[in-house]
């Protein structure tokens, strides 16, 4: 497989390699899987010996494209590097096929398709970004939608790869030479190239000689103005694309293709956000998502769409609107009723008084009432119990007493003085350092503060809600504008055992906390990693909070 690895072999201690995908003159592509979560994944890793002194262009190649805000691209979830791998990327297992493939058995979708191919290297041009070696397993359909990956390859033709360009060279123009840079053109070479072989009628007409020139005099400078050139092109050969007249689409040449607009509202503003919403294609999938504010619940989805998934995939055949209704985080009391059970009573929703339930609970307070009176008048002895301190040197006996801390080594404890009653007589002893006295009244005396030692005690908790399982997490250092995602135990609606904290923001993913939870809260002393596009960083948690 590689000289470096092999399947079964385990990468960053977390990415076990698998089976084999593909292979060429710079990267392996292989299956893996995460063992601590157990997801399926795919990694892109550099082969040894290519571009070793340069890594870093790559490594800044790829983390320009994780700040592309838009949906689309494959790009990886992360970007790992050390000594013996200077760089492998992690990318999400999708399942999707070859764009000219995928067109073989859907013909009718052939011209929106082509255009969403287009779009996306429109926007990775806007970004300054080129891709550099368009091929056909470039484009990928995933859910009717074309996603462009296979990233990396042209900046490796641009650092003078001779191996990759002999290749892939009916990729790229005639006239590039290793070493050159990349430039928007070579993008447009190669779309025309999968076009037209796609569609082999194409060849031999003026919008492929002038898609494939070579110089900005005859050529096309903008790759929106190449689609436009197809679709010119396709009519003048008398044989136009399907135009999926049955999903209510003219005969205009300005509106070939049909588009329809999703608008998302959410209910009520205050509550949070839902995104997603704008204009697709006829049966194009994409995700909208609702984002509750601090304070707020996602409770589902109303208008043209039912459920409770905060996150939805959505294909339009018409117009639509989409609510996300929101409700204000009001945990309901549970009071005793009659016959024994609980009744749940929301205050937010306002109601009737419950007779039923204020009679019962009102007599009990007089009999407690009444009990604790007729008791108070009473005078049993009281027993007035001494915890015996260890010894201490004499500098530090006046801090024996009282809740003074004693020095115990590294840590300090407090050491509260307890005085327990009692109302029965008790015989004193010398041993057991039990005394007993006589008192008007019971008296009980004790301090609020338990024995504390600073390795147990937690910052006060700030509960946070995953907005798609329920599960509460406690300070989970989301930002404002962020959603998080829980991936682990749940014990009781509690965050439980060691798992996975993803942050969102607009349905992109931030950054991962991977750590050890316990009832909602990371354990003291434990091992964090907090995981970003650009780095890794490691912590341990100290008073609930990581370092």
Same mark, same amino acid.
């Given at each position: 497989?590689?000289?470096? $690895?092999?399947?079964g072999d385990l990468l960053f201690n977390e990415y076990q390699i698998g089976d084999l995908i593909q292979q060429d003159a710079v990267f392996c592509w292989v299956h893996g899987i995460n063992i601590n979560s157990g997801t399926p994944i795919k990694l892109q890793i550099l082969r040894e010996g290519i571009a070793a002194n340069r890594s870093a262009e790559l490594f800044d190649y790829f983390y320009a494209l994780q700040r592309i805000k838009r949906k689309g691209f494959i790009i990886p979830e992360l970007i790992l590097q050390n000594a013996k791998f200077p760089l492998v990327m992690v990318y999400p297992l999708q399942r999707g096929s070859n764009l000219a493939n995928y067109l073989q058995e859907h013909?009718?979708?052939?011209?929106?398709?082509?255009?969403?191919?287009? =779009?996306?290297? +429109?926007?990775? +041009?806007?970004?300054?970004?080129? +891709?550099?070696?368009?091929?056909?397993?470039?484009?990928?359909?995933?859910?009717?939608?074309?996603?462009?990956?296979?990233?990396?390859?042209?900046?490796?033709?641009?650092?003078?790869?001779?191996?990759?360009?002999?290749?892939?060279?009916?990729?790229? /123009?005639?006239?590039?030479?290793?070493?050159?840079?990349?430039?928007?053109?070579? =993008?447009?070479?190669?779309?025309?190239?999968?076009?037209?072989?796609?569609?082999?009628?194409?060849?031999?007409?003026?919008?492929?000689?002038?898609?494939?020139?070579?110089?900005?005099?005859?050529?096309?400078?903008?790759?929106?103005?190449?689609?436009?050139?197809?679709?010119?092109?396709?009519?003048?050969?008398?044989?136009?694309?399907?135009?999926?007249?049955?999903?209510?689409?003219?005969?205009?040449?300005?509106?070939?293709?049909?588009?329809?607009?999703?608008?998302?509202?959410?209910?009520?503003?205050?509550?949070?956000?839902?995104?997603?919403?704008?204009?697709?294609?006829?049966?194009?999938?994409?995700?909208?998502?609702?984002?509750?504010?601090?304070?707020?619940?996602?409770?589902?989805?109303?208008? =043209?769409?039912?459920?409770?998934?905060?996150?939805?995939? *959505?294909?339009?055949?018409?117009?639509?609107?989409?609510?996300?209704?929101?409700?204000?985080?009001?945990?309901?009391?549970?009071?005793?009723?009659?016959?024994?059970?609980?009744?749940?009573?929301? +205050?937010?929703?306002?109601?009737?008084?419950?007779?039923?339930?204020?009679?019962?609970?009102?007599?009990?307070?007089?009999?407690?009432?009444?009990?604790? $009176?007729?008791?108070?008048?009473?005078?049993?002895?009281?027993?007035?119990?001494?915890?015996?301190? /260890?010894?201490?040197?004499?500098?530090?006996?006046?801090?024996?007493?009282?809740?003074?801390?004693?020095?115990?080594? /590294?840590?300090?404890?407090?050491? /509260?003085?307890?005085?327990?009653?009692?109302?029965?007589?008790?015989?004193?002893?010398?041993?057991?350092?039990?005394? *007993?006295?006589?008192?008007?009244?019971?008296?009980?005396?004790?301090?609020?503060?338990?024995?504390?030692?600073?390795?147990?005690?937690?910052?006060?908790?700030?509960?946070? *809600?995953?907005?798609?399982?329920?599960?509460?997490?406690?300070?989970?250092?989301?930002?404002?504008?962020?959603?998080?995602?829980?991936?682990?135990?749940?014990?009781?609606?509690?965050?439980?055992?060691?798992?996975?904290?993803?942050? $969102?923001?607009?349905?992109?993913?931030?950054?991962?906390?991977?750590?050890?939870?316990?009832?909602?809260?990371?354990?003291?002393?434990?091992? *964090?990693?907090?995981?970003?596009? =650009?780095?890794?960083?490691?912590?341990?948690?100290?008073?609930?909070?990581?370092?």
């Amino acid at each position: 497989m590689g000289a470096r $690895f092999s399947k079964g072999d385990l990468l960053f201690n977390e990415y076990q390699i698998g089976d084999l995908i593909q292979q060429d003159a710079v990267f392996c592509w292989v299956h893996g899987i995460n063992i601590n979560s157990g997801t399926p994944i795919k990694l892109q890793i550099l082969r040894e010996g290519i571009a070793a002194n340069r890594s870093a262009e790559l490594f800044d190649y790829f983390y320009a494209l994780q700040r592309i805000k838009r949906k689309g691209f494959i790009i990886p979830e992360l970007i790992l590097q050390n000594a013996k791998f200077p760089l492998v990327m992690v990318y999400p297992l999708q399942r999707g096929s070859n764009l000219a493939n995928y067109l073989q058995e859907h013909p009718e979708q052939a011209q929106a398709l082509w255009q969403q191919a287009s =779009d996306l290297l +429109h926007i990775l +041009h806007n970004q300054k970004i080129v +891709h550099g070696l368009i091929t056909e397993d470039c484009f990928t359909v995933v859910d009717g939608q074309v996603q462009l990956g296979k990233f990396g390859y042209g900046l490796l033709l641009s650092m003078g790869n001779k191996a990759l360009l002999a290749e892939y060279k009916d990729a790229v /123009p005639p006239n590039f030479k290793p070493g050159a840079s990349s430039s928007s053109a070579t =993008d447009i070479y190669g779309y025309a190239k999968v076009v037209a072989a796609w569609r082999p009628s194409l060849v031999g007409t003026g919008w492929l000689k002038r898609a494939l020139a070579t110089n900005q005099v005859d050529g096309y400078l903008k790759i929106r103005d190449v689609y436009r050139g197809l679709e010119e092109a396709i009519a003048e050969l008398g044989n136009a694309l399907p135009q999926g007249d049955k999903q209510g689409s003219t005969s205009s040449r300005t509106n070939l293709v049909p588009k329809f607009r999703l608008v998302v509202k959410a209910d009520p503003p205050s509550g949070g956000k839902v995104s997603g919403g704008g204009v697709y294609y006829p049966c194009q999938s994409f995700n909208i998502e609702a984002a509750p504010n601090k304070g707020w619940r996602f409770v589902g989805w109303a208008g =043209d769409l039912q459920g409770t998934d905060c996150i939805a995939t *959505v294909a339009l055949t018409e117009n639509k609107t989409i609510i996300g209704k929101f409700k204000r985080w009001q945990p309901t009391v549970p009071l005793a009723s009659e016959g024994g059970s609980l009744d749940q009573v929301d +205050h937010s929703r306002g109601g009737n008084f419950n007779t039923r339930m204020f009679i019962p609970v009102v007599a009990l307070l007089v009999c407690v009432v009444a009990g604790a $009176f007729y008791f108070g008048l009473q005078t049993p002895a009281v027993v007035k119990q001494t915890t015996t301190l /260890p010894k201490v040197p004499e500098a530090m006996e006046k801090n024996a007493t009282g809740n003074q801390p004693i020095a115990t080594g /590294p840590s300090q404890v407090t050491a /509260p003085s307890v005085e327990v009653a009692s109302s029965a007589p008790q015989s004193s002893s010398p041993d057991n350092g039990v005394k *007993v006295e006589s008192a008007p009244k019971t008296v009980v005396e004790k301090n609020e503060s338990p024995i504390t030692t600073a390795t147990t005690s937690a910052a006060p908790a700030n509960w946070e *809600v995953d907005a798609r399982l329920g599960v509460k997490i406690a300070n989970s250092g989301a930002k404002n504008g962020e959603v998080i995602s829980w991936s682990g135990g749940n014990v009781n609606g509690y965050a439980d055992g060691n798992g996975t904290l993803s942050y $969102f923001r607009g349905g992109v993913l931030q950054r991962q906390m991977k750590g050890n939870w316990n009832q909602g809260r990371l354990v003291n002393g434990s091992k *964090v990693v907090t995981i970003y596009p =650009d780095r890794q960083v490691t912590g341990y948690v100290k008073n609930g909070m990581t370092e």
